[in-house]
């Protein structure tokens, strides 16, 4: 088991950065390859990043050069810092977690197994 917590979100003008942590639990955090996705209202939850056990990324070609994904594992925490930041990155954040030994693509939210509670970002123009 696992239980992920998403903190600092909040509501920022364009162009402004902003940094996403996800706190989790468990002694095997290392192995865990995690992963963020975001919905906006009234639209599905779409894959924005991941980052592998061995710290491979991954990035949704919507957010590349903008966002970077890091991991902490003497921390147990994912980051996603988040630049130069629109209206349309306006969404609920989600982090999740993808068991150990799944081969299953990190790009599809129906292949992690943990998720978080979500922290609302909210861009303005």
């Known amino acids: ?11 920022v003008q364009a162009g402004d950065s902003l940094r996403l942590s996800c706190a989790a639990s468990g002694r095997t955090f290392s192995t865990y390859a995690l992963g963020w996705f975001r919905q906006a209202p009234g639209k599905e939850r779409d894959f924005v990043a991941a980052i592998g056990g061995s710290g491979t990324t991954y990035y949704a070609d919507s957010v590349k050069g903008r966002f970077t994904i890091s991991r902490d594992n003497v921390k147990n ?11 349309e990155d306006t969404a609920v954040y989600y982090c999740a977690a993808r068991d150990p030994y799944s081969t299953r693509t990190l790009y599809y939210s129906k292949n992690y197994n943990y998720w978080g509670q979500g922290t609302q970002v909210t861009v303005s123009s």
């Open 77 to 87: 925490t994912v980051y996603l810092q988040m630049t130069s930041l629109k209206p």
């Open 1 to 11: 088991q696992m239980q992920l917590v998403e903190s600092g979100g909040g509501l």
